[in-house]
């Protein structure tokens, strides 16, 4: 896929999943998608590929997604990059917003839901 379309970010520690995510989130909306397995990679990868939304599963070894928010939100550069989080934990949903998440899903999530959040931040 080109450069030049719109970019997605998807943090997820389990490969299956993650696959999954980057097969469904390319075919619906035509964007390109990067794939992190926590956050400390995540942040690796942001300055590379200038997403327009990041994916995150909350809960993840190395950088869960609760500190990825945090750490996005104190960087001037990413201060307002929409994040949109996944969880099946009530307090890790909570937790998210509070750390400034703009949208979460809840875990199991159906894959029409995650795409129409998604494609509510890509051009």
Not at 12 to 30: F, M, Y
Not at 74 to 88: E, K, N, S
């Amino acid at each position: 896929m080109s450069n030049r379309l719109p970019c997605v970010l998807v943090v997820e520690d389990d490969p299956v999943a993650r696959e999954l995510l980057k097969e469904a989130i390319e075919a619906e909306l035509g964007v390109r998608v990067v794939l992190a397995a926590n956050g400390a990679e995540a942040l690796r990868l942001l300055a590379e590929h200038c997403p327009q939304v990041v994916v995150t599963d909350a809960r993840m070894p190395v950088m869960n997604g609760i500190e990825l928010i945090r750490r996005l939100r104190r960087r001037p550069a990413t201060y307002c990059l929409p994040v949109i989080v996944v969880t099946a934990s009530l307090w890790l949903r909570h937790d998210a917003l509070v750390a400034g998440a703009d949208a979460y899903v809840d875990k199991p999530f159906d894959l029409d839901v995650l795409v129409r959040k998604i494609a509510q931040y890509v051009e």
